[in-house]
């Protein structure tokens, strides 16, 4: 019965030694996978720096034929900046309904 009992034991210690190990092969390949998402994340973090260059956007834009003009014209609509009261009675309004937001 002592025997049994011992050997019951010996393979328990054994197979909870089994699947420590298990667990440690598995957060070391969860740890490899984490690097490697990493990497990935910074290498796409400075590609979009790379692509958000002014000097890049310049150049592109130039490519594509567009300058910035040479002179500045106003352009006016009739009808808009005569009505001062309706722009002051806008105002109010979107004032008073971004005082209530929290």
């Keep these: 019965m002592f025997t049994l009992v011992v050997v019951l034991a010996f393979f328990a210690l054994i197979y909870s030694r089994i699947s420590l190990d298990r667990a440690a092969f598995e957060l070391h390949q969860i ?61 109010t309004a979107s004032r008073s309904l971004l005082s209530e937001l929290p």
């Excluded at 984490?34 to 490519?63: K, M, Y």
């Excluded at 567009?66 to 609509?77: C, G, S």
Aim: no cysteine; charged share 25%.
């Design 31 to 91: 740890g490899q996978d984490v690097a490697a998402q990493e990497r990935i994340h910074w290498d796409l973090r400075l590609e979009v720096a790379r692509l958000q260059s002014p000097q890049r956007i310049t150049e592109a834009a130039a490519g594509l034929g567009l300058v910035y003009p040479e002179e500045r014209i106003t352009i006016e609509a009739s009808g808009l900046a005569s009505d001062t009261n309706y722009a002051a009675a806008r105002w």
